[in-house]
């Protein structure tokens, strides 16, 4: 017994620092879209008048050069309301030409507050903790108990995939999703797809898609605690005299008619609520019909195309509120 000990012991040590010590170091050493977002964002925390919040769809969806005053985007993948708040409070006395806050909401952003996996990307990217969680065992091993192993080996493979593929070719250091142009930059945070994918524009794509956030809403039993969180934000901003801004982006016309109807109705209730209560802009493009197949990657993330177009829209209507 003894004997076994001992050999499983040493299995584990020479494990450990043949695959779990070097692992941990790259993964520490990983450049990722939020720590770029945030790096920029000191970088012109200055020049910030506009900061614009939310998840992909606000990520992909809003072009901050096409405003007409300084923008930036800080939305990012699956990001909640939770994290939109606690990212903008964290760098908000950094902000100080900070006048307008876009929090992007979704028929389904008042009904969750975490990100899933994404948590822990925020975590090592932004030092945001989900409802103030400890992450002894990530800080211990990112590899074993952050990523996890199967997302480690992936991370490792894109990156040796990507240095063999572009060689001495300037590219993107950090992890994108399929669509998005390695040889494209972030530019005030944002970056997207480009084109269109024809094989995300389905009948049984478009139910999947709506199904999905359709089980998230039912099965949560959050709404009230983050619209309490989202009220505390707002009041947060006005008295600092920061304007927030909810808005919704275009979702593709065919897709949205797979969209609970009683979602959409609660969803268009609670933000009624809200911004009359505060006095503020609630601009839902969500079913925007200026928006076609050609404007979309996928049936609700916008491609270069039509986050250009939207993010003009945006800017008319701020223009508009500007001049009264």
Same mark, same amino acid.
């Given at each position: 017994m003894r004997k076994f000990t001992f050999s499983l012991l040493f299995f584990l040590l020479i494990f450990a620092v043949l695959v779990v010590f070097p692992f941990d170091i790259f993964l520490r050493n990983m450049n990722s879209l939020h720590k770029e977002k945030v790096r920029g964002l000191l970088n012109s925390k200055d020049s910030i008048q506009i900061l614009i919040l939310g998840n992909s769809h606000a990520n992909y969806g809003v072009d901050p050069v096409q405003f007409d005053i300084y923008a930036y985007n800080l939305a990012n993948l699956n990001q909640s309301l939770y994290f939109d708040k606690r990212l903008t409070l964290r760098h908000i006395d950094s902000l100080s030409n900070l006048r307008y806050v876009f929090i992007n909401?979704?028929?389904?952003? &008042?009904?969750?507050?975490?990100?899933?996996?994404?948590?822990?990307w925020s975590y090592y990217?932004?030092?945001?903790?989900?409802?103030?969680?400890?992450y002894l065992l990530e800080d211990l091993s990112p590899f074993l108990f952050g990523f996890k192993p199967k997302i480690s080996l992936s991370l490792?493979?894109?990156?040796?995939?990507?240095? &063999?593929?572009?060689?001495?070719e300037k590219i993107l250091d950090f992890k994108v999703e399929n669509g998005i142009n390695l040889r494209d930059s972030l530019i005030n945070g944002f970056i997207t797809f480009e084109g269109t994918n024809d094989k995300l524009f389905?009948?049984?794509?478009y139910i999947n898609r709506a199904d999905y956030f359709s089980k998230l809403i039912s099965s949560s039993d959050e709404n009230q605690e983050i619209k309490n969180d989202l009220e505390d934000f707002i009041i947060i901003l006005l008295s600092r005299g920061i304007q927030p801004i909810l808005f919704s982006v275009p979702n593709y016309s065919e897709y949205r008619k797979f969209i609970s109807r009683d979602d959409l109705f609660k969803y268009n209730a609670d933000l009624s609520v809200i911004s009359k209560k505060y006095d503020i802009e609630f601009w839902d493009h969500s079913d925007d019909p200026l928006f076609v197949r050609s404007d979309f990657y996928d049936c609700d993330h916008l491609n270069k195309t039509g986050a250009a177009k939207f993010s003009r829209i945006l800017n008319l209507r701020l223009v508009e509120i500007e001049n009264d």
């Open positions: 909401v979704d028929h389904h952003s &008042l009904h969750t507050s975490s990100q899933g996996l994404w948590d822990i990217g932004n030092g945001i903790n989900y409802k103030e969680r400890i490792l493979r894109t990156s040796i995939s990507n240095h &063999l593929r572009y060689k001495n389905s009948e049984s794509h």
